[in-house]
């Protein structure tokens, strides 16, 4: 079932929208305290308004969504480093959320940082962004829209992922020709294979290789058949969450150390803790046993918590 059907069975409205509302209810903000050297406010200010600008009025499908149907995301730019010529190093932290049907609660969809973000901003230059032409004509300026182009595929591709089995593939696929055609410069990482094992390059990659379409049926299973029924039955909904645990455990033990399950796992640990304190003791040990062997990060946590 697509996304849109979903959502009319959900919404039962006829909220008016127009043909081209946007898809993103985002935010971005810039923090600059951590340079040595005070910042241009202004410039960043500037910088701001107009990222939030490219973000929320720019269509980046050709679906058409309600106003309640925006997917709510968060951008956080923390300015770490300044060098000549208006260059700057960043770290990004991006945030994004889908609400769970007949709940006032919002499920996370991603929650990351990205720490390989270098950008040239000089203010009241023009934000732009071509997929043809993804670099620009300075790669140095065209590496931040670039990059938050990327992350909106992503957060686009998981939204539509957790509505439908395999729905993301289409944004997943334009996530993958931003990082194909990325800008390249000295300075400029995060693109490719040798930048590092958990970068942009990466998480395409296992977005698109059909090696990982158990992570596509584990996403499907937890948002759609776990998180939407949470409300009319807690128990079948527990367990189709306990399934998606059990695809991306069969998934990790055929191939370990993916990016994709580090991934999915950052900033779930809570909402798996209070899913699972609520379930039967074998419920509750069985998806202790797969936490801790897969979300290695807080395996304590689920060791104390789940007992």
Not at 26 to 41: M, V
Not at 265 to 286: A, V, W
Request: hydrophobic share 40%.
């Amino acid at each position: 079932m697509c996304r849109k059907i979903v959502w009319i069975l959900y919404l039962m409205v006829a909220a008016p929208a127009s043909l081209f509302a946007q898809e993103l209810k985002a935010r971005i903000s810039i923090n600059t305290q951590a340079l040595s050297t005070p910042a241009d406010k202004k410039a960043f200010q500037t910088c701001q308004a107009a990222l939030n600008n490219f973000l929320n009025n720019r269509k980046w499908t050709k679906e058409t969504f309600q106003p309640n149907e925006k997917i709510v995301c968060n951008f956080m730019l923390n300015i770490t480093e300044a060098s000549g010529g208006n260059v700057y190093k960043a770290k990004l932290m991006v945030q994004a959320a889908r609400p769970v049907y007949n709940t006032n609660y919002e499920c996370p969809l991603i929650n990351f940082i990205d720490e390989a973000v270098t950008f040239k901003y000089i203010e009241f230059q023009s934000i732009e962004f071509n997929e043809n032409r993804v670099s620009g004509s300075d790669p140095m300026v065209g590496n931040l829209p670039a990059i938050l182009a990327y992350y909106v595929y992503v957060i686009i591709g998981l939204d539509f992922d957790s509505f439908s089995l395999r729905g993301g593939d289409p944004w997943f696929q334009k996530a993958m020709n931003i990082v194909n055609n990325a800008p390249e410069g000295r300075d400029i990482t995060g693109w490719k294979a040798f930048d590092g094992l958990r970068n942009r390059y990466w998480l395409t990659e296992n977005l698109t290789n059909n090696r990982y379409n158990l992570m596509h049926d584990a996403i499907y299973s937890y948002y759609r058949l776990g998180m939407d029924y949470m409300y009319e039955n807690e128990t079948e909904a527990r367990s189709a969450i306990l399934n998606s645990l059990s695809l991306i455990n069969t998934m990790n033990n055929d191939i370990p150390n993916t990016m994709i399950v580090a991934f999915f796992f950052q900033g779930k640990s809570s909402e798996l803790i209070r899913i699972f304190k609520k379930g039967t003791p074998e419920d509750k040990q069985k998806a202790r046993e797969i936490l801790q062997k897969i979300d290695i990060s807080n395996s304590n946590t689920y060791k104390q918590e789940l007992k």
